[in-house]
């Protein structure tokens, strides 16, 4: 049974701005070398050669490579994504929005980006989760890097090194999967079967990386893109339901095999794999995952949009889950997991413009905007589906993704100007990776550095 626990944290506090010109200089001098981070190293910093195992199948994009091997063709900051009409907008300089961005990850990635497990292998520690290395993690972190190209001349390092972190850890059933968990030695531990949430970035990562830099270098990005989305569609999907399982441990077997995480429903990633693919079949994942969306905010949130973190009986009767069926008694509630998702559905609101993803955010969004009145001070680690808090302390895991909701909400942009200054002056410490990392992320795409594969 697969599990990554959560611990609350409390909110960070806040801390002074940092301007542009400081934030970029600080990145592009440092390397994070004085936090223990990434700082090269001769010895491990070249690239691996490319192999028929580790080149996939679905060879190059056919678009031509960069002048320079490491040279991105989307920079950061260069507003390359389109964002759908009407999409809202921090106020303020654009600059000094992306100064921000910058700032933020030049500090996750001191915190929490390594050198180790082997030659040339970059990881994203987990301090926070029940392993130091979990997949969502080096997920998190290829999507990321591979977003940031441009702010960070490690960027291609670093990608390839998380890629062969997870090349080096295939999930003991489906090889083409990542193992979800590994252990401070770096072995794969609990059965070293996969977690669905890693597996997802982790090709979407690729898709992202192929994009970026091309697949004509060391590694065949797209080529292991298409491999590792044939795997998920294999290992992660059920073929009933259409709808994502937790991991490629369950089976027909057992009561596991009929239940579906909400922040495994990551309907861009799911288009990405269309596209990328040609394979209609993930028209019928995204249609399932959306109706599943709908009918548990109409039946089981009518007032608040909230979905819960399980979701169980998905092949029948659907509904949010009883106490403990994989975690804790807030299975059914708006958790540790689900906390995410006004950042994964609305990632797929604002770039694709889809009807459904943006009715989906914009009823969340509604309802927390009036719950707060409109100061993020107020939002609650984890409701009720009903609304009730269910904790007192605050937490950017869960303030952070409702900004990225807020982006399709026609009457919050008093709301998202509050919550982009929230996340901007916030400080994280080291065992803050949960937090640190969504933010990022939902920070990525409110300052309007989204971008699609």
């Not at 990562?205 to 795997?231: K, P």
Request: glycine residues 12%; aromatic residues 8%; contains cysteine.
């Amino acid at each position: 049974m697969r599990q990554l626990l959560r611990r609350p944290r409390g909110l960070p506090a806040a801390v002074p701005a940092v301007t542009a010109a400081l934030a970029a200089a600080a990145l592009a001098v440092a390397g994070c070398a004085a936090d223990g981070g990434t700082a090269d190293d001769a010895a491990h910093g070249s690239a691996a050669a490319r192999t028929p195992a580790a080149s996939g199948t679905g060879g190059a994009t056919g678009t031509p490579a960069p002048a320079a091997p490491d040279a991105p063709r989307v920079p950061f900051g260069g507003h390359a994504g389109r964002y759908a009409a009407g999409t809202l907008r921090p106020s303020g300089d654009q600059a000094v929005l992306d100064a921000k961005v910058v700032e933020h990850y030049r500090r996750w990635k001191a915190a929490f980006v390594r050198r180790g497990c082997g030659h040339g292998r970059y990881q994203v520690l987990s301090p926070d989760a029940d392993h130091p290395y979990v997949a969502e993690a080096q997920g998190y972190g290829m999507v990321v890097t591979a977003t940031m190209a441009g702010a960070d001349p490690d960027a291609k390092k670093i990608f390839d090194g998380l890629l062969r972190y997870v090349l080096a850890h295939p999930s003991s059933i489906t090889p083409g999967l990542l193992a979800a968990e590994q252990d401070a030695s770096c072995r794969s531990v609990n059965g070293g079967d996969s977690a669905t949430d890693g597996d997802l970035d982790v090709a979407y990562g690729l898709l992202l990386a192929d994009r970026q830099w091309g697949s004509s270098g060391a590694f065949d990005y797209r080529g292991l893109a298409l491999d590792r989305i044939r795997a998920i569609r294999k290992g992660e999907i059920n073929p009933v339901t259409r709808l994502t399982k937790l991991g490629d441990w369950t089976d027909r077997g057992d009561e596991y095999y009929w239940v579906s995480r909400s922040s495994d429903w990551m309907i861009g990633h799911f288009r990405a794999f269309r596209r990328a693919t040609g394979d209609p079949s993930w028209d019928e994942v995204i249609a399932a995952h959306q109706d599943l969306i709908a009918a548990q905010q109409t039946r089981y949130a009518p007032g608040t949009g909230l979905l819960a973190d399980f979701v169980v009986g998905t092949r029948t009767d659907p509904k949010p889950a009883p106490r403990e069926v994989l975690e804790d008694p807030h299975d059914g509630a708006y958790w540790w997991n689900a906390c995410r998702t006004p950042w994964r559905i609305g990632d797929d609101a604002v770039t694709s413009g889809d009807a459904r993803s943006l009715a989906a955010v914009r009823r969340v969004s509604a309802w927390i905007r009036k719950e707060t009145g409109g100061d993020p001070g107020r939002i609650g680690a984890g409701y009720t589906l009903a609304g009730r808090r269910l904790s007192g302390d605050a937490e950017l895991a869960f303030s952070a993704p409702f900004a990225v909701a807020a982006m399709a909400d026609p009457g919050g942009q008093a709301w998202l100007d509050a919550l982009w200054d929230e996340m901007a002056s916030a400080a994280f410490g080291r065992r803050d990776y949960f937090s640190a990392s969504v933010t990022l992320q939902a920070m990525i795409t409110v300052s309007g550095n989204r971008w699609t594969p």
